[in-house]
Every structure is written in structure tokens, then in C-alpha cells.
């Protein structure tokens, strides 16, 4: 009867670990899709803001000079190479 309770509790102990070992797996996967997110999020927001922040000043500036869409067109091109080259430093900064 000991050995029987010794076996089962070996095999319970056994599956035990099995479980927790596919749990901790499971859990480094989904904080690696969480920091996978949270990068994709963050470059999008970078992108997006970088560029609309400059067609605002381009449009302030076209306002106050009373000129058209040069200015415009002017700062959102400096907006779309500003986020370009965020992106390029956060690729940077990953790679290291």
C-alpha cells in the first residue's frame, strides 16, 4: 500500500512540475507579445504625432504669415523625416 501511495504521489509531483513549467512558459510568452504591443503602440503614436505635430506648426505659420500651403507643406515634410528618424532611433536602441 506505501509503495502505491509513493508512485501516486511521485506521479502527481510529476505532473505538478509539468504544469507550472508549461505556465512559466506561458507567461514569458505573453509578457514578450505585451513588449511586442506596447513597441508597436509606441512607434505608431511616434509616427503619427511627430507628423501632425508639424503640419500644426506649418498651418500656425501659414496663418500668421497669411501665405498658403507653404509653410504647410514645408513642416510636414520636416514632420514625416522627424518620425523617421524616431523610429530609427528606437530600431537603435532595441538593437542594443
Known amino acids: 500500500m506505501n509503495d502505491e501511495k509513493k508512485s501516486f504521489q511521485q506521479k502527481l509531483a510529476s505532473r505538478i512540475k509539468k504544469k507550472k513549467s508549461k505556465n512559466l512558459k506561458s507567461e514569458k510568452i505573453s509578457k514578450q507579445n505585451n513588449s ?7 512607434l ?5 504625432v511627430t507628423i501632425i505635430v508639424g ?3 506649418g498651418l500656425g505659420v501659414d496663418k500668421m504669415l497669411e501665405t498658403k500651403p507653404i509653410f504647410f507643406l514645408i513642416f510636414l515634410f520636416l514632420g514625416i523625416a522627424g518620425a523617421f528618424l524616431n523610429i530609427y532611433r528606437t530600431v ?3 538593437n542594443k
Open 36 to 42: 511586442a504591443l506596447g513597441l508597436g503602440l509606441k
Open 44 to 48: 505608431a503614436t511616434d509616427f503619427v
Open 55 to 57: 503640419c500644426l506648426i
Open 92 to 94: 537603435l536602441k532595441l
